[in-house]
């Protein structure tokens, strides 16, 4: 069989799998809808019905599509957009998101033009977006890896280039497994701007064309300074109703299986006679309810932030705020004396710990780091963080609580790295405005 066709019939069973998945988990998807109504909006925006209204203003620009998948890659972006703007004033940046906290971010981002989601992945629905879209050009921000969505931006001759890409460490054996199968989607990228010198490395065996790929950096590291200062911050903690005397742990981006083991490590502490509040934001906001739930469940008077006002009483050591707002977690790592990044005590690869450097706090993480292992590596040896296991939290949490200097210290170290490894943003932004000046 013609290599075309064969690649041909692929797709299609790609088709016929992904229509096969949606049917059987649509009556998953019906039960989440019912219980997290949030997760409907922009229903239409998946199968690529948009307001004609909305799409009016992109006619006669050029157009740069951004994809984001959630809300750790869209706040990557950030200092990437926001210099896109600069260097193309007229041109209309439309920036997607396939999980809801992600969209949410994106709308507050003043340079992005349009938010929209992320089509599914069905060939004829990515037809259908982009006919009325009609991007210059597509970046796809770290390995968003869609087969039809990918071959459909190449078939059409648009210029697609992975920004801030990588390859963890779990992610590699999975994709060589399917290697055949990857190596002509990553043949259709113009350009694959890697993190690292070892992502480089990975994505070519995995058959990107080397004389495409490039190192960039890592966006994170070009992260904006946080929107607020001190009076900002200290209104903050009087909504909390923190206690001035009372420390602050806060343990972010929290996954489900680690609430229990945070939870633990509090009542440690406390028997111990520590004087410590514990905030604790799951990563998913539509968890906090279930987290309240488990607090409680150990007697331990608990909170949702949403639910504190200016008449709630102040907070006492031994309770617990749970986060259920989003746009607030660096204002929760401003409030803090020690912070623990979440999506590492479990195998879920870890999550973002140069926010809480970016804050100058000092950053505890589990062994999971997979997706962050550069950062973590970077982190443990400039002494801005410390990797912990489960029965190793408590310990940790306490000795840097004891010591006001070394949680200075600490928080120093991590916030330096910033300008040590800064420069991802301006390196992409480069290789984008010559992607737009040539025809390749």
Known sequence: MPRRAWRSMVYLLYDIVLFLAAFILAPLGLVKGTRYPKLWQGFGERFAIYEKERLHF??????????????????????????????????????????????????????????????????????????????????????????????????????????????????FPKYWMVKSLLTPVLQKFTRLCMQSRQDELRITRL?????????????????????????????????????????????????????????DAYRKLLEKGQQLLLILVPRYPERAKDVVALAEKLEITTFLRSTLCSESQEMQSGEVVVGDTLGEMLKFYACADVVFVGGSLVPIGGHNVLEACLMKKPVLFGPHMENFRSISKLLIEAGGGFQVQADELADKVKELLADKQLQLQVGKNGYNLFAEHAGATERTVSIVQHLMDVDE
């Open 58 to 171: 992109l006619k006669n620009r050029q157009v740069i599509w951004i994809h984001a998948v959630s809300i750790g890659e869209t706040k990557a972006s950030i200092p990437l957009i926001k210099q896109l703007r600069q260097a193309f004033p007229e041109a209309a940046i439309v920036l997607s998101s396939l999980t809801f906290t992600g969209r949410v971010t994106a709308e507050e981002i003043d340079e992005a033009d349009l938010c929209l989601f992320m089509p599914y992945d069905f060939s004829w629905i990515v037809d259908r977006a982009l006919r009325q879209v009609q991007p210059d050009m597509v970046l796809l921000v770290e390995t968003e890896i869609w087969p039809n969505f990918i071959r459909k931006v190449s078939a059409t001759g648009i210029k697609l280039v992975m920004i801030n890409g990588r390859i963890s460490d779990r992610s």
């Open 207 to 263: 058959g990107a064309d080397p004389e495409r790929v490039e190192v960039t950096g890592n966006l994170k590291f070009d992260l904006p300074a946080p929107g607020f200062d001190a009076a900002e911050i200290e209104q903050f903690r009087q909504e909390l109703k923190l206690p001035e005397k009372v420390m602050v742990w806060v343990a972010g981006s929290t996954r489900q299986g680690e609430e229990e083991i945070i939870l």
